[in-house]
């Protein structure tokens, strides 16, 4: 039997988080997967956390309320460190991402360390599509090297990397500095393709200044590059 720890960090997603919740359990059982999911709230202001009391019991659930600093990256390392299998899935909880395909990563990841959900088809704002090609296509091959959609939020990969990969992410940075080192250390990284949607509930939590956070990070992790 394969096992899949589920790391989702939430902020106010109280009209997203029930149906993720059911569309991962379905998936799982399916496929007769021995899963947990835990949830990192980021202080949600609305009905999230009365939601996810509710779900306790129901489903394989955790639910943990943030420690430390705001921000997804602080969220899914909080959360990683509570992974119980030694295979760990991210996923946001927008319902942008398919939850559907975590079975078919998490099979992937026999042959590979890391799966990444590629947004080959994005059903999404034309200046959000323009700047997600632009981090893959500029800051992720250009930069870093890494010819992968560096800004995903769901990937399946392997729980041992985060003890050999040393993370220290900006507020919004996990995902390309996770890919970047873990590539440098020699893990092997896939991908598989998803339609990424429109967020149809609730309130995106990234801002204009969060793109500016993302190309500082990019580039201070080439600048140590070129140093070394």
Sequence with gaps: MKHLSIIIPTYNEQDNIKEL????HSNMSKNKVKYEIIIVDDFSEDRTLDILRRFNGRYPLKILLKNGAKGKAQSLLEGF???RYSSVAMIDADLQYP?????????KTKNHDIVVANRVVQNIKWYR???????????GKVLLGLPYDIQSGMK???????????LNPTPWGFDYEFLYKAKNQGYQISQIP???DARKNGKSSITFLTNFELLFGI???????VRK
């Design 21 to 24: 919740i059911k569309r991962i």
């Design 81 to 83: 460190s509570k992974a």
């Design 219 to 225: 580039l201070k992790l080439r600048f140590a590059k």
């Design 99 to 107: 939850p559907e395909l975590l079975y078919d990563m998490l099979v």
């Design 194 to 196: 998803i339609q990424f």
């Design 129 to 139: 599509k323009l700047l997600s090609r632009i981090y893959s296509k500029v800051f």
């Design 156 to 166: 399946v990969f392997k729980k041992k990397i985060l003890k050999n990969v040393d």
